[in-house]
């Protein structure tokens, strides 16, 4: 019988080494998501619900990482999501939403509101333009009026090439004072957009993660039971960065298997895989396909996996034994589950990582899923594992699945996390805490770290000894 020790975070410190870094802003934290997505930092906001939609994954994107929606609702909703997050900035537009001049007011105030936008250009059926309608535009008009009533007609508009350089745009915005730079070919067919607010999003975000449209980037998870070739199919159409075969346990035949299917047919879009904890897993995963592979099984805040079913290792000596794996193939890993602080990230980048997945630390940020509640007097809001008694209910319902309760076996649980405020000032606190973790490495980057880091195992006094002790918090 095998009976290794398995060590987690707060089982092990980084020994300090000498350091030449002057300064924690010299500290570079650039790192891979995946095989070909690169990131400005290693933090992932988890596919869960409670943590991952829209809002979270603009935050993450704009800050230099990527957020990962989660799978549990309709595919189709989930393509929308993609697509509200790849459209909430980009270089150029390549679809703008339009409307017909024929159309009523009230049918484009409710267009306006669904997709989230504040002006709509008008067309003809042919697709040349005809005009541009504005939020201004909608004040105190009567509901009976039609579009072409209240538009600003073609003749007005400052129109672009479509082929037109960001440096020109920016210049013909400015000169004229408009904020929407419409892009036209020589038969005035509508071509695209230009809008000054995306271009200052991304004169003001150097770092953040953008595809080569300067769209944000964006993970879907999909599952590996009937039906998740379709939602891949759905999730790539709609323009996502990367799926997640997501599964409790993915070192099955079900996961491998789907991964290589996937793969096969989605070959030019990364295949994250997992979760697994083993190099075996690993090494499976791989083989069949996947450009970075989720490690974590049960270290999660609200997960019970390791309870219910008995198995698991512990995270530190599964991130150890996986990224030794990977390496061989140069497979980023993801660390998923049991960060709690800024230094658990840079054990678990020290020990292989390249990225880390948060879910608890970022359930409770305003750009998390949900409204805050009150509970015992203080702000909270609710965090739940997706192998859950609810979430497992929920799935069932979405999906007119007739099945007892009682015959659900849960491994996760539900709770409430306090109220964080935004997303960014969390991040802020993170990547600075690994910025100086990297310099008490005597490193200047994670690559760097990765290869001069070294572990000490600290006892229980030692773990004591390393949070504040001996006073009265203030």
């Not at 964006?218 to 997501?246: F, N, S």
């Not at 993915?250 to 070959?267: C, M, Q, R, W, Y």
């Not at 965090?383 to 009682?406: P, Q, V, W």
Request: hydrophobic share 40%.
């Amino acid at each position: 019988m095998d009976a290794r020790t398995g060590l987690t975070f707060d089982d092990v410190l980084l020994v300090p080494r000498r350091s030449a870094v002057k300064s924690r802003k010299d500290v570079n934290v650039s790192t891979k998501l995946s095989r070909r997505i690169p990131l400005s930092h290693p933090i992932v906001s988890s596919n869960m619900d409670t943590v991952t939609e829209v809002e979270m994954a603009i935050s993450m994107a704009r800050s230099g990482g990527i957020g990962i929606l989660h799978r549990f609702l309709p595919a189709e909703e989930q393509a929308k999501m993609v697509s509200r997050v790849k459209r909430a900035a980009s270089y150029k537009i390549d679809t703008p939403y339009t409307t017909g001049a024929d159309a009523k007011i009230t049918e484009l105030q409710s267009f306006m509101k669904e997709k989230g936008v504040h002006s709509i250009l008008v067309v003809d059926s042919e697709n040349k333009l005809l005009g541009i309608v504005t939020s201004r535009d909608l004040r105190f008009i009567e509901n009976g009026s039609k579009v072409s009533s209240i538009m600003t007609p073609r003749e007005k508009l400052i129109c672009g090439d479509p082929e037109i350089s960001i440096d020109k745009a920016k210049g013909l915005l400015s000169e004229n004072r408009i904020e929407k730079l419409p892009l036209v070919d020589s038969n005035n067919t509508l071509k695209g957009l230009i809008t000054a607010k995306d271009i200052l999003n991304i004169t003001q975000r150097p770092h953040a993660s953008t595809d080569d449209k300067g769209r944000y980037l964006v993970g879907a998870a999909i599952g590996v039971k009937e039906g998740y070739l379709d939602r891949a199919t759905t999730l790539v159409e709609a323009g996502v960065d990367a799926l997640v075969v997501d599964v409790a346990h993915g070192h099955s035949d079900l996961a491998i298997d789907t991964v290589n299917t996937v793969k096969e047919k989605f070959p030019s879009v990364d295949i994250i895989a997992g979760n697994v904890a083993t190099a075996e897993g690993t090494k499976d995963l791989i083989d069949a396909g996947a450009d970075a592979i989720k490690v974590g099984v049960g270290p999660g805040s609200i997960c019970i996996t390791r309870v219910v079913t008995g198995s698991g290792v512990p995270q530190l000596t599964a991130i150890i034994d996986c990224a030794e794996e990977a390496a061989k193939s140069k497979i980023p890993i993801i660390a998923d589950g049991g960060i709690r602080t800024s230094g658990d990230i840079s054990k678990a980048l020290a020990a292989g990582a390249s990225s880390v997945m948060v879910g608890n630390l970022l359930a409770g940020t305003e750009e998390s899923p949900g409204k805050p509640l009150m509970k015992d007097n203080r702000k909270v809001k609710v965090i739940r594992g997706m192998a859950g008694y609810i979430s497992n209910m929920s799935k069932l319902e979405r999906d007119h699945i007739h099945s007892d309760a009682l015959d659900i076996v849960p491994e996760g649980v539900e709770g409430y996390v306090p109220y964080r405020g935004h997303t960014s000032d969390i991040l802020n606190q993170l990547i600075g805490g690994l910025k100086s973790g990297i310099s008490y490495c005597g490193s200047h980057n994670i690559e760097e770290m990765q290869k001069k880091s070294k572990f000490i195992r600290v006892t229980s006094a030692g773990k004591a000894e390393s949070k504040s002790h001996d006073i009265s918090k203030v």
